[in-house]
């Protein structure tokens, strides 16, 4: 049994973890609202800018596995840092590289955002006891959601006043220094149990095959997708069908992500206090493709609004009833969360690799954003055959019936 005897510390490292989450949703819908300005530059398709997506999807997606075996093998402290390091990638697009060269620094973001989740996990249960992990999970995915948000604000002002490409120079800045923050704040835990030994390769593998691990990262695929989809696309969706400019429309789509990192405190501690997690899910299963479809099918900016906000709501409830789920599986040890981790996310960022090429890729050919984004919306459906053979992993999951002593000579 794990003692905590981390004390106050604990929270020295929850805020020194919290920029590089930040960073991590600064630079990952940074482009969404430059795109026009990108595609301009290079004079670019919708489906070709959409590689700056890609390439940071598919980089995590193969990545996420190997990045939770390093931070296994280094220690989610020095594999943060390493993590940091890579996704500062983007203070080079100051230099106004050819296409490909901006392609490969987003490349060079996705292996670190591949290190910093899975070793996220494993700060979070090497630090926290179970009843502080559901609400630790929600500050780091606030983070994540602010920095979404806050790069739709701010992106197109900036991009106006210094140039698009000084947008990407400055969420780079911001995540060097992020890293240098943990680096000097961050140190190992000293609760007793050790991860200087990584798991052996059969028990990756174990942890890769199990069940529950499968229907976790079948549940990430359908929401992952619309999310990173809908954030990527909305703001152009906005400004082109709403008529709106590109600081209007960033501005009303950021209401999703927004809402996401400014609930995500208030999910966490619903979760504490609910203890359970299926229900979560099936609630999620049966809601986010109703609110997805407000986004869009309206032009009453009321309702765009309202389904934002609710959207990113049921969102957040849901991405931290995963991550939470993940350190509650039975078995999981801090040498085997961070792979958990990873093998539950890669599904999950596949989908939200694909999904903003689909959706750029069916705007072209169909002359309309609206078919792309109904069929997104619709693929939140996942969640809920997932939730269907999940088993409840929360504290107040009521306990599986034991079997009855057979009695002797009866």
Do not use: C
């Amino acid at each position: 049994m794990t003692k905590f005897t981390n004390g106050s510390y604990r929270w020295i490292i929850a805020g020194s973890l919290l920029p590089l989450h930040l960073a991590l949703g600064l630079n990952m819908v940074g482009p969404s609202s430059l795109f026009p300005l990108i595609m301009d530059h290079y004079s670019l398709g919708r489906g070709t800018v959409s590689l700056l997506v890609a390439s940071v999807g598919l980089a995590m997606t193969i990545f996420l596995i190997p990045g939770g075996i390093i931070s296994a093998k280094l220690g989610p402290k020095n594999a943060t840092a390493i993590a940091g390091a890579l996704s500062s990638a983007g203070i080079l697009a100051i230099l106004l590289p050819p296409f490909w060269i901006l392609v490969t620094l987003r490349i060079s973001f996705g292996l670190g955002a591949a290190i910093l989740l899975p070793a996220t996990s494993a700060i979070i249960l090497q630090w926290f006891p179970p009843n502080e992990r559901p609400f630790m999970n929600g500050v780091a995915l606030a983070g994540q959601g602010l920095g979404v948000a806050a790069s739709m604000f701010i992106s197109a002002p900036i991009a106006e006043s210094l140039g698009w490409q000084n947008s990407l120079f400055l969420y780079g800045t911001f995540t060097l220094l992020g890293t240098l923050v943990w680096f000097l704040l961050a140190r190992n835990s000293t609760i007793s149990e050790d991860m200087s030994t990584p798991p052996p390769i059969g028990e990756v593998l174990r942890v890769l095959r199990n069940k529950k691990v499968l229907l976790l990262s079948l549940a990430t695929i359908g929401p992952f997708g619309l999310f990173m989809g809908y954030n990527y696309w909305l703001p152009s969706y906005y400004h082109e069908a709403l008529t709106m400019s590109l600081e209007q429309a960033g501005s009303l789509a950021a209401i999703l992500p927004l809402g996401v990192g400014v609930l995500n405190l208030l999910s966490g501690v619903i979760l504490s206090w609910l203890g359970l997690r299926k229900p979560i899910f099936i609630l999620a299963g049966i809601l986010m493709p109703l609110l997805a479809s407000g986004t869009f099918l309206f032009d009453s900016l009321t309702v765009i609004r309202l389904s934002l906000v609710l959207l990113g709501l049921i969102f957040s409830l849901f991405a931290i009833s995963l991550f939470t789920t993940i350190m509650e599986l039975p078995g999981i040890s801090l040498e085997k969360v961070a792979v958990a981790t990873a093998a539950t996310l890669t599904f999950g960022n596949l989908a939200a690799t694909l999904s903003p090429i689909f959706l750029g890729a069916a705007a072209d050919i169909l002359g309309s954003y609206k078919p792309g984004l109904f069929i997104v919306a619709f693929g939140s459906l996942t969640v809920f055959i997932a939730a269907a053979f999940l088993p409840e992993t929360g504290p107040k999951a009521t306990p599986l019936p034991q079997p009855s002593p057979v009695k002797r000579g009866s």
